[in-house]
């Protein structure tokens, strides 16, 4: 049973144009959730997060959407560089669920000059 | 700055062979976690520590084990590989901090390919 669904495997945006890509997530004691990106060959590292008393979260080009109604998440890249082509994986975790992660299938992007 | 090392980037192995992948943290996290991950199937859990000694089964342990004698090295053995497990592995570890919000730091993987 996939608890977090990222149901676009891929993903390919302009250089300079937005990337949105999408999570699902079905378990309602989630409480935070995270996005990661992954370059091949390396491990994942932590882009941003959001716990679910925002529904926003930014950080310079980054910005996570969070609409607990819908059990859904996005994150925005604005602009897109080539340098943010890789896999984007999202994952949440709830209290009290020691520290664990459920990760989605990840959406590989691709920005393109 | 943080690090998670693990022994090995790329290893091939024999089917039937037992396989031991090691992971070193140093940042004096309580949490180590193995995942693999594969192609459409995202990464997927395999065994947690929470402390030395101690492990817990995570979503897909059949096939392995782990063992943590001390809080910085956890390590997974593939009792006797099949070529089903050819997969990349990743370590990750966590603090149990609060305030930490659940960020995991992952090492750079190791490709595992079981012939």
């Known amino acids: 049973d996939q608890q977090v669904k990222q149901n676009s495997p891929s993903l390919s945006v302009q250089e300079g144009r937005i990337s949105i890509l999408n999570c699902d997530y079905t378990?309602?004691?989630?409480?935070?959730f995270l996005w990661y990106k992954k370059y091949p060959a390396e491990g994942p590292t932590f882009l941003i997060s959001?716990?679910?008393?925002?529904d926003k979260n930014e950080d310079g080009r980054f910005t996570v959407f969070l609409n607990k109604s819908a059990k859904h998440l996005s994150l925005h890249i604005v602009p897109s560089q080539p340098g943010d082509s890789a896999v984007y994986f999202c994952?949440?975790?709830?209290?009290?669920?020691?520290?664990?992660?459920?990760f989605g299938t990840g959406t590989q992007l691709k920005v393109e000059l | 700055d943080v690090k998670v090392t693990q022994s090995s980037r790329y290893l091939v192995k024999r089917t039937g062979e037992k396989v031991f992948l090691e992971c070193v943290q140093d940042?004096?996290?309580?949490?180590m976690f193995w995942y693999r991950q594969d192609p459409g199937l995202g990464l997927r859990l395999i065994y947690f520590?929470?402390?030395?000694?101690?492990?817990e089964k995570g979503d897909i342990p059949e096939g392995y084990s782990v063992s943590r004698e001390k809080k910085e090295r956890f390590s997974l053995i593939l009792e006797s590989a099949s070529t089903n497990q050819t997969s990349m592995y990743l370590c990750?570890?966590?603090?149990?901090?609060?305030?930490?919000?659940?960020?995991?730091?992952f090492g750079p993987g190791t490709r595992l390919t079981v012939t």
């Open positions: 940042m004096d996290h309580e949490n």
């Open positions: 520590s929470y402390d030395v000694k101690m492990k």
């Open positions: 959001i716990s679910s008393i925002k």
């Open positions: 994952a949440a975790s709830f209290t009290g669920g020691g520290n664990k992660l459920t």
């Open positions: 990750a570890s966590s603090s149990q901090d609060r305030t930490d919000s659940y960020e995991q730091y």
């Open positions: 378990n309602s004691m989630f409480d935070y």
